[in-house]
């Protein structure tokens, strides 16, 4: 079922309109769906901070060789101008000044050398008169270290950056923009490359407000252009939604996909299959029968991707849930995702990476869901458990909890919940399949390493239960 407000909110007649009745409309948002490109950030503007105060040198020196690299026209604000001027000249293009009324793609503040509440202030000044010129679907990055281990003062003023990024992208969402804090341990510099890569660009449309984590378990670098060719996929649940759109978006990027769905999705699933010149898989995994039928397919022998999507809902309050509708849930849910974890986690060759969907229910709970938020929960606690012993065979392992997204499942929801859940988040609107399919093929891919041992929403902000 389409979102009447966001298709209204394309005709100006009808902005202008809403507009001087007080009535908000949510924002158009810039999307990139399209193959992965050699420069992500060609043609963006990006206005950065380093230096005093406000980052260590190997984390500007990594800031510095990356955005150009990635394509991205730099502006230095404050900070270690000669280390941008000297990468910039080396992939010809040097920073240079952001022009009276310019309006930037991106702001990245790098708050790493924050270490007591005085220096907060930086946060205001820097970024409160930028702010407002950010470019509609515009990006704020800022970067820190783990408060974890620090003096007492210093890890206080790290950890009020998260809360400082999450109120920002509640301001920013009403023009599409969004605000993320990338938390880059020590030694780890060397991975943000990838994460900008992502973050700056249309790809990560509906991700808003997140503490993205960079992890020390695996290295990683972005790849561009098909970074997944000759790779082998499976993705379970593919036939439509969330698993069809990730099916096509790891086929974009050079995977071979095999296409799982139940066998009552049959005539879908195949239609994906074709689409893609991959394979179809059918099997019940709410069965002994139909888990032990896919594992012992002998196309998984071998499998570099595993993304664990399939799941059902049998929403009902606990005192009406019967005993049936728990253990189905329980058997798709979680038990037939451990079970695929166990067998074919183990065949994942080195390099490859299992991405698993939880959902925001698993991490806030929700009314009706006792059985669905336990199954979710638990696809986290397996994810976190997993990714340092995969790591050791130079896995990647790592969960996508989505928010409200637009799919044939959502649309049965009644209308006002559904209303709720849209406005809620704060970029007033439901996201598309590609939008969780895109992070999943970043996760997927040799950048996402940077991430492994991660669980990333991606609600468009909708922070309860965060």
């Known amino acids: 079922m389409s979102d009447r407000l966001l298709a209204l909110s394309s005709n100006s007649t009808a902005r202008s309109l809403a507009k001087s009745l007080g009535v908000p409309l949510p924002p158009r948002l810039e999307r990139d769906t399209g193959p992965w490109r050699d420069l992500p950030l060609a043609g963006r503007r990006i206005v ?3 230096g005093e105060g406000a980052g260590s040198t190997a984390l500007s020196a990594a800031l510095a060789e990356s955005l150009p690299r990635l394509g991205g026209d730099v502006a230095v604000a404050a900070g270690e101008v000669a280390a941008f001027e000297a990468a910039g000249q080396a992939w010809a293009r040097p920073p240079r000044p952001l022009a009276e009324n310019e309006r930037p793609a991106a702001l990245v503040f790098d708050a790493s050398g924050i270490t007591d509440v005085a220096a907060l202030q930086q946060l205001w000044s820097a970024l409160s008169p930028q702010v407002r010129g950010l470019l509609a679907s515009g990006r704020v990055l800022v970067l820190s270290r783990p408060p974890r281990g620090l003096p007492l003062r210093a890890a206080a003023a790290q950890r009020s950056l998260e809360g400082f990024v999450r109120s920002l992208a509640k301001e920013l969402g009403r023009t599409g923009a969004t605000a993320q804090l990338v938390e880059v341990p020590h030694g780890a510099e060397d991975r943000i490359g990838a994460v900008l890569a992502f973050l700056l660009s249309p790809r990560s449309t509906y991700v808003s407000g997140q503490a993205w984590r960079i992890s020390t378990l695996l290295p ?41 769905d139940h066998p009552g999705a049959e005539a879908e699933a195949r239609e994906v299959a074709a689409e893609l010149h991959g394979d179809v898989l059918l099997a019940d995994l709410g069965d002994e029968e139909g888990l032990q039928r896919l594992v012992g397919d002998p196309r998984l022998e071998a499998l570099d991707v595993l993304v664990q999507n399939a799941g059902i809902t049998r929403d009902r309050t606990l005192a009406r849930m019967s005993a049936e509708e728990w253990d189905l849930l329980m058997r798709v849910n979680l038990e037939a995702p451990l079970r695929l974890a166990e067998t074919l986690g183990e065949r994942l060759r080195s390099g490859g990476a299992m991405v698993c969907l939880s959902s925001i229910g698993g991490i806030a709970g929700n009314m009706g869901q006792t059985n669905y938020a336990a199954s979710k929960a638990g696809i986290i606690g397996m994810v976190e458990s997993a990714a340092e012993g995969y790591a050791s065979r130079g896995v990647a392992v ?44 970043f996760l997927a891919s040799p950048s996402g390493r940077a991430l492994s041992g991660s669980v990333l929403r991606v609600c468009g902000g909708n922070l309860i239960g965060a």
């Open 48 to 50: 950065v901070w380093t």
């Open 220 to 260: 990683a670098a972005f790849t561009p252009s098909r970074p997944l060719d000759g790779r082998r996929a499976l993705v379970t649940g593919a036939a439509r939604g969330i698993g069809a759109a990730t099916a096509r978006a790891l086929a974009r990027e050079g995977a071979r996909v095999i296409v799982h």
């Open 398 to 441: 790592s969960a996508i909890a989505p928010g409200f997204i637009e799919t044939r499942m959502s649309a049965a929801i009644p209308f006002a919940t559904r209303e709720v859940a849209r406005r809620i988040a704060n970029l007033s609107q439901g996201g598309l399949p590609e939008d969780v399919a895109e992070v999943v093929t």
